[in-house]
């Protein structure tokens, strides 16, 4: 059974910076993509960022680009989310997810999802 949990979410000004952590366990995750999602309230869930578990190729979305980092630590298992430059628009809950598709970049593409973490930017 594959887990992922997340960690790192709180209150930030504008312009902070914040770094959000994914602890995974349950399986190996060598073939795996890695993303990270934010959900606002009453909107749709929305791509951030991914990761190739192997090789770390990323992807991000374009409201992200520039100012969030996507990485991983294969010894420990960990995700990460960098974010820096936080805008009121990016308050939202932020959710770690797992697909075992390569390269995948929308949500329906991803098998595990961690329980959420909520960012809070404050003008």
């Known amino acids: 059974q594959v887990q992922l949990v997340e960690s790192g979410g709180g209150l930030v000004q504008t312009g902070g910076s914040l770094r959000l952590s994914c602890a995974a366990s349950g399986r190996t995750f060598g073939s795996f993509t890695m993303g990270w999602f934010r959900q606002a309230p009453g909107k749709e869930r929305e791509f951030i960022a991914a990761?190739?578990?192997?090789?770390?190729?990323?992807y991000y979305a374009d409201s992200v680009k520039g100012r969030f980092t996507i990485s991983r630590d294969n010894a420990k298992n960990a995700l990460y989310l960098q974010m820096n430059s936080l805008k009121p628009e990016d308050t939202a809950d932020y959710y770690c997810a797992g697909s075992r598709s390569l390269g995948a970049v929308t949500a329906d593409a991803y098998d595990y999802w961690g329980q959420g973490t909520q960012v809070t930017v404050s003008s």
């Open positions: 990761i190739r578990w192997i090789g770390g190729y990323t």
